[in-house]
């Protein structure tokens, strides 16, 4: 009978051939997928996207910059670019790369592809911030404009992705986003998140992990070389001014814009137990079946929420919502934000007169 | 204007309007219904009630008393079901082995029956069949009214509150815990349990980590095997506690490898599936004995067992054919068990043993029967039995014939952990593909325990046998 030493050994490595197959992303059957997937297709259609990219940001591109993109080599770059050049995708001046209206408009159909299915993966998935865009890189090579139109219908033709970036239309119109790095915002001039860049994706981890996302109200505190500081979503953040350069922001030019409960708010997980908050509304970062669940148990602009008691390991935490306890865990509960009761009575007087008056 | 500059003005004032307007306007309404309800509705003064609920959940969740709570009750449940269980067994035994079997035997034998009634059924479906209801039945018919109780009374909640912590940390829902229990009685009831949780990602990998948990079917042969083997090694004196540890010890394996997968699948297959949580605690109540007795036998018990008792029909047949089909004077379940010896061997268990595992996957009841019943076959030593009938002997006869069989220490370890970790009976199979509505899922379920429980033994043989040990 065999032996043993030569049983496990044999185990152990059908075992690392296995891993060594099928490793994600490092093993060899994922890299044969990855090589076959860039086809000369898919790279000629990497190539538009990035030379479009660097078109709105109003810098040119090169044969250089292209190669570095696709992590190709220079000769091989070189020809890609000469098919399609011949395909009336681009035109070459002086090693300057422009799109022509044919490129421009498959440049747009990729770009529209990758956002609006971003969109989809935020919205209808359970995927994190993290994977959207990976998927997404893989995804629009894939997609027909039926296809497309079919997804923008389902999702409610939305407008941005979920990073602040606007869909392209069909028809091929894109809103350009006019707004500035949030390092070079002024202190005290409140401003609203528009955008947050997801490359590099170790930056966008970082910008992730501490809660940020378009369509939050930001006011700076500190903006320095070496730091930048600013409250947002109900605290104040730090972070270095290469990570908040990722950070678009427009300034809330007219100041009655801004609603009392978009600024001023706690975050339920904060809640001492026995203590009770009034909610001011949700996170826009919660989306899709989470945001319709906390909807359905009644959790809205108004409602009043007890902490009750908090489990033995700390997390979750039951809430009296409208007569029923109800335990959320600490990262939902950072979703919902709170006011103090007597602030919300305040508010709802003043809401009350407004309305009265007919305003 | 035409219809293009109508439509021009729609996109440009869809643009202005901002993007989650369609959330905006939900919400708005939803709050203004929310408003104009509580402008209507007068709720009377329940403020007594509650405060009673809050005294008892601040016990039954407090950090000092929850959990030896729930371990008091969950071992006071444990023990009714197997206490409980024990004499209706027998009664079922009673009544369907030892007076039905003869009875019918005896009829066939006057009448001349044909082999097909006579062995086929009689032997073979008959006896699985009966087999399955005696063993199984009564704890089921314990086990969920009571369970369910303690659901109804509002208890269950709490528990899945308690514990939700170390489920987060897997990727998992607190309510896994339940179904994780119910699975103690009943995999395919705990696959049906996993419903109370609404988030599809955390309710797939309840279903398909179910199978961790020992059920009801396997418990017997872990205690069996726990009890010859096992106990055996310590005195006399310390003997019952050896074994109880060891039968404790792959059940806690059971939990923590379905928490381990739990945490592997959330990160991989499953991290696309949508992922909500919430948890409701539902006020206490005196439980309604009578309607969940009813309930909790017709929706749970009866289903199940209808299940059990269809696919226990084709496997005594098949066990019954395999024992009696014979090619020159050799029966196919000898073949069969020719043929998988090696791999058995190669697992530190035997051919037997792997045949019994999959005549017997529409039930867990009927592994040592089989087991005994094919090692009769192979030694040829035809007891009192006759080929493809299942029987028990008594735990030494037992012990003599598997040792006669070639069983070993080492044996009885990877049967106990074979048994934790091999793919579920097809009731809970068939229940998983009903549940989850897809093949995949199904087929991950069915043959992930199963690699895991082959790749396991496998380490446990090879290294026993590097480091000496004989078997």
Request: aromatic letters at 8%; proline letters at 5%; a neutral charge.
């Amino acid at each position: 009978m065999i032996d043993p030493l030569t049983a496990l050994l044999i185990a152990a490595g059908l075992t690392g051939v296995i891993i060594t197959i099928f490793l994600p992303e490092q093993g060899l059957y994922p890299r044969w997928r990855e090589g076959r997937r860039m086809t000369k297709r898919v790279q000629s259609e990497d190539a538009l996207k990035f030379i479009h990219k660097r078109e709105m940001e109003r810098r040119g591109s090169t044969v250089e910059s292209v190669a570095g993109v696709l992590h190709k080599r220079m000769d091989k770059t070189a020809v890609l670019l000469t098919i399609m050049q011949k395909d009336g995708l681009l035109t070459i001046e002086n090693n300057q790369l422009h799109l022509t209206n044919k490129g421009r408009e498959s440049a747009l159909h990729i770009i529209r592809a990758h956002r609006l299915w971003e969109r989809y993966l935020a919205d209808k998935t359970g995927y994190t911030e993290a994977d959207w865009h990976g998927r997404a890189e893989l995804r629009e090579h894939e997609m027909s404009t039926a296809e497309l139109d079919a997804l923008a219908a389902k999702l409610g033709n939305p407008t941005h992705d979920p990073h602040g970036d606007p869909i392209p239309r069909a028809d091929g119109e894109v809103m350009i986003i006019a707004g500035r790095p949030l390092p070079a915002t002024t202190c005290d001039t409140p401003a609203r998140i528009i955008h947050l860049e997801d490359e590099p994706p170790i930056v966008y981890a970082q910008l992730i992990a501490e809660g940020l996302h378009p369509g939050m109200n930001i006011r700076m505190v500190e903006s320095t070389n070496e730091r930048v500081r600013f409250w947002s979503n109900g605290a104040e953040h730090l972070l270095a001014p290469i990570v908040a350069n990722n950070i678009t922001v427009q300034p809330i030019p007219n100041l009655d814009d801004i609603k009392p409960d978009e600024t001023n708010y706690r975050l339920l997980s904060n809640l001492e137990i026995g203590e009770s908050g009034v909610v001011a509304g949700i996170a826009p970062s919660c989306r899709g079946a989470e945001r319709r669940r906390f909807m359905d148990l009644g959790i809205l602009r108004g409602t009043t929420i007890t902490a009750e008691m908090s489990s033995p390991g700390g997390d979750p935490t039951a809430y009296e919502i409208r007569g029923a306890l109800i335990a959320l865990r600490e990262n939902q509960a950072k979703q919902i934000r709170i006011q103090s009761p007597e602030q919300a009575t305040q508010q709802r007087a003043t809401r009350w007169i407004a309305h009265s008056q007919g305003i | 204007m035409n219809t293009k500059q109508i439509l021009q003005t729609a996109a440009t004032l869809r643009w202005q309007i901002g993007q989650d307007f369609h959330e905006k306007l939900m919400e708005d309404i939803y709050t203004n219904a929310a408003v104009l309800a509580d402008r209507a509705m007068t709720r009377p003064d329940e403020k007594p009630h509650f405060d009673f609920d809050r005294k008892l959940d601040q016990i039954v969740t407090s950090r000092i008393w929850g959990f030896p709570m729930m371990i008091l009750l969950f071992t006071l449940v444990f023990w009714i079901t197997i206490q409980g269980a024990n004499y209706p067994s027998q009664w079922l035994a009673t009544i369907f082995l030892e007076i039905g079997y003869p009875f019918l035997k005896n009829i066939s034998t006057t009448i001349g029956a044909p082999w097909f009634i006579d062995g086929l059924l009689l032997d073979g479906v008959y006896l699985a069949t009966a087999w399955v209801i005696s063993v199984m039945l009564p704890p089921m018919a314990i086990f969920f009214p009571l369970f369910t109780l303690l659901e109804d009374f509002g208890y269950l909640p709490r528990v899945a509150f308690n514990l939700d912590n170390a489920f987060r940390k897997s990727g998992a829902h607190g309510k896994q815990s339940l179904s994780m229990m119910m699975g103690f009685g009943c995999n395919a009831a705990g696959v049906v349990a996993a419903r109370v949780i609404d988030s599809p990602r955390e309710r797939l990998i309840a279903i398909i980590t179910n199978n961790f948990a020992l059920c009801n079917g396997r418990w017997p042969t872990q205690i069996l095997i726990a009890t010859l083997f096992i106990g055996a090694l310590a005195p006399p004196a310390l003997a019952g506690l050896l074994s109880a540890t060891a039968v404790v010890g792959v059940t806690m394996l059971g939990v923590f490898l379905s928490l381990a997968v739990s945490w592997g699948l959330s990160r991989t297959a499953l991290k696309g599936e949508v992922s909500t949580f919430s948890l409701e605690l539902p006020p206490y109540r005196p439980p309604r004995v009578l309607q969940t007795i009813y309930t909790s036998l017709i929706d749970r018990t009866l289903i199940i067992l209808w299940r059990a008792i269809i696919f226990a029909i084709p496997a005594g047949a098949v066990i019954w054919l395999i024992s009696n089909i014979t090619i020159s004077n050799i029966s196919l379940a000898e073949y069969i068990i020719g043929w998988l010896n090696p791999l058995g061997f190669l697992i530190g268990l035997n051919g037997i043993i792997l045949v019994a595992y999959i005549v017997a996957i529409p039930a867990n009841e009927i592994i040592i029967p089989t087991i005994l019943m094919l090692t009769v076959l192979v030694s040829g030593t035809n007891g009192d039995a006759g080929a493809g009938v299942l029987f028990e002997l008594g735990n030494d006869g037992t012990k003599e014939l598997l040792l006669a069989g070639g069983w070993t220490l080492l044996t009885a370890v990877n049967i106990m952990l074979f048994s934790l970790l091999h793919n579920p009976c097809s009731t809970t199979i068939y229940t998983i593909y009903k549940e989850t509505g897809s093949r995949k899922w199904t087929a991950v379920a069915t043959f992930l325990p199963l690699a895991m429980g082959f790749g396991l033994t496998f380490l446990i043989t090879q290294l026993w046998r590097l480091f000496g040990g004989t078997g």
